[in-house]
C-alpha cells in the first residue's frame, strides 16, 4: 500500500456539510469532556486521596452507561435520532453547571461531586447511541471508515490539549473554572447538531420497549462478529484500564503535579493521533478483525510494562504506543460494527457499542482502583495488562468470523430484513 493511500482519509470533510457540523460539534464535545475528566479527577483526588474513590469515578460513570445507554439505543430505533442527541446534549450542559456550581461554592462533597458525574453521564448515554449512527446516514459505505476514523481524531485531539488544558486552568484558576469551560464548550457544540438534516430510523422504526432492547442484545450474540469484537474490547478495558491509577503514580513516582498527571493523558492521545494520521492503513484494510484483536493485545502490554517503569520518559513513551493501539482498535471496531448491523438495528447496537467503549473503562477504572487498593498500582497494571494480552489471544483463536470477517464480502446491506 502506497503512503498516501495509508495516510488519513479526507474524503468526508469535503463530500458531506452535514458531516462537517457534526465533526466540529464532536471536536467541541470531546474537548470540554476532556478538561472536565482532570477537574474531576483533581476534586476527588483532592477530597479523598485514595485510589479507591477515583476508580469509584468509573463506577458513578458506568451504572448510569449501562441503564441509559440502553434506553438510549431503543430510542435511537424509534425517534427522529437529531432530536435525542440535541436533548441528551443539553442535558449534559445542564449537568456541567451543576458541577460547577458546587465547586466554585466550596461545598467539599464526595458524594455530590459522583452524583453530577453520575447526571452528566446518563444524559451522554441517552445520545450516544444516535450519535454514532449518524456516520452510515451522512456518508456512503465507502467512506463510513474514513468518517470513523475522522471522528477517532476528534477524539485523540481532545485528550491531547483537553487534560494538559485542565491541569493548566486548575493550577492557574482552580476546578470551579474547568467544569464552566465544559459545559460552554459542550453547549457551543450544539450548533453542528441542530443543523444537521432530521434522521428518523430507515423503515417503519420500533417500539421503545423493554422487548426491542432485547433484541438488539440477540443481534450481537447471535452474530460471532460482533460479539467478538465486543468481547476484545472488554478483555482491553476492564482488564487494564489505566486512568484510575495516574492520580497515584503520579503522587508516589513524579511528585503529584497536576501537569504531569495532565501530561499521562495526553500522551496517550499523542499516540492515538499518531496513529490516526496513519488510519487509512486501518479503514481501506478489507478484514479488521486481526487489526483489532492485535491492536488490543498491545494496548495490554504497553500499559503492563508501564507499570512497572521508573524514568518518566519511557513512562510516557509507552502511553504513546497504548494510545496508538487504542484508536487503532477502535477505529476498526467501528468500522465492522457499522458495516455488520442494518440500519434498522443500529440504535441498539451502538447502544451495546457504546457501553462497551465507555461504561467498559469506567469499570475496568474500578476494578484497577481496587486492586491497587489491595496490592500496589504496578501489581494493578501488570497484572491487568498480561491478562489483557492472554484474553485476547484467546478470542482470536475462538472466534474464525472475527479473524476473517471481510468488508467486502460481509458487510450488511441496509435493504436486507432483519428481525426486529
Aim: with cysteine; glycine share 12%.
Amino acid at each position: 500500500m502506497r503512503l498516501r493511500t495509508g495516510l488519513l482519509d479526507l474524503r468526508p470533510l469535503r463530500s458531506s456539510p452535514p458531516f462537517r457540523r457534526l465533526w466540529g460539534s464532536s471536536l467541541l464535545g470531546a474537548l470540554g469532556s476532556q478538561v472536565a475528566v482532570v477537574a474531576v479527577l483533581f476534586q476527588v483526588w483532592d477530597l479523598t486521596h485514595d485510589p479507591v474513590w477515583t476508580g469509584a469515578i468509573g463506577l458513578a460513570n458506568a451504572v448510569p452507561l449501562i441503564i441509559f445507554g440502553l434506553i438510549g439505543g431503543t430510542l435511537a430505533d424509534a425517534v427522529d435520532r437529531r432530536s435525542l442527541v440535541r436533548w441528551s446534549t443539553v442535558g449534559q450542559a445542564l449537568a456541567g453547571l451543576a458541577l460547577a456550581a458546587q465547586a466554585v461554592a466550596g461545598v467539599q462533597s464526595l458524594w455530590l461531586v459522583l452524583g453530577l458525574v453520575s447526571a452528566q453521564s446518563a444524559a451522554n448515554a441517552m445520545g450516544a447511541p444516535a450519535r454514532r449512527t449518524f456516520i452510515p446516514r451522512l456518508l456512503g459505505p465507502e467512506q463510513v471508515g474514513a468518517g470513523i476514523a475522522l471522528q477517532m481524531l476528534t477524539f485523540q485531539s481532545a485528550m491531547l490539549i483537553g487534560p494538559a488544558l485542565g491541569g493548566l486552568i486548575i493550577g492557574q484558576w482552580g476546578v470551579g473554572v474547568c467544569y464552566f469551560v465544559f459545559a460552554g464548550m459542550v453547549t457551543a457544540s450544539l450548533y453542528g447538531i441542530v443543523r444537521l438534516p432530521s434522521m428518523p430510523p430507515e423503515g417503519a422504526g420500533t417500539r421503545p420497549d423493554l422487548r426491542s432492547t432485547a433484541a438488539g442484545f440477540t443481534y450481537v450474540l447471535q452474530r460471532p462478529v460482533l460479539r467478538g469484537s465486543f468481547a476484545s474490547d472488554l478483555a482491553a478495558t476492564l482488564l487494564s484500564m489505566p486512568v484510575a491509577l495516574f492520580p497515584l503514580v503520579n503522587e508516589v513516582r513524579f511528585g503529584g503535579d497536576p501537569e504531569t498527571l495532565g501530561l499521562f493523558l495526553s500522551c496517550i492521545a499523542i499516540g492515538g493521533m499518531s496513529a490516526g494520521l496513519f488510519s487509512g492503513l486501518v479503514t481501506r484494510a478489507d478484514r479488521p478483525g486481526p487489526i483489532q484483536l492485535g491492536a488490543a493485545a498491545v494496548w495490554g502490554v504497553a500499559l503492563g510494562v508501564f507499570g512497572l517503569v521508573g524514568p518518566l520518559w519511557l513512562a510516557l513513551a509507552l502511553l504513546v504506543v497504548a494510545g496508538a493501539a487504542d484508536t487503532v482498535s477502535v477505529t476498526s471496531r467501528g468500522l465492522m460494527i457499522q458495516l455488520a448491523t442494518p440500519d434498522s438495528h443500529r440504535g441498539r447496537v451502538s447502544a451495546v457499542d457504546h457501553i462497551v467503549g465507555v461504561a467498559g473503562p469506567d469499570v475496568g477504572n474500578f476494578r484497577a482502583g481496587i486492586v491497587a487498593g489491595l496490592t500496589s498500582a504496578p501489581i494493578a497494571l501488570a497484572t491487568g495488562g498480561l491478562a489483557c494480552a492472554a484474553a485476547t489471544g484467546w478470542i482470536a483463536l475462538r472466534n474464525r468470523p472475527l479473524r476473517t470477517f471481510s468488508i467486502r464480502a460481509d458487510a450488511v446491506r441496509d435493504d436486507v430484513p432483519a428481525t426486529r
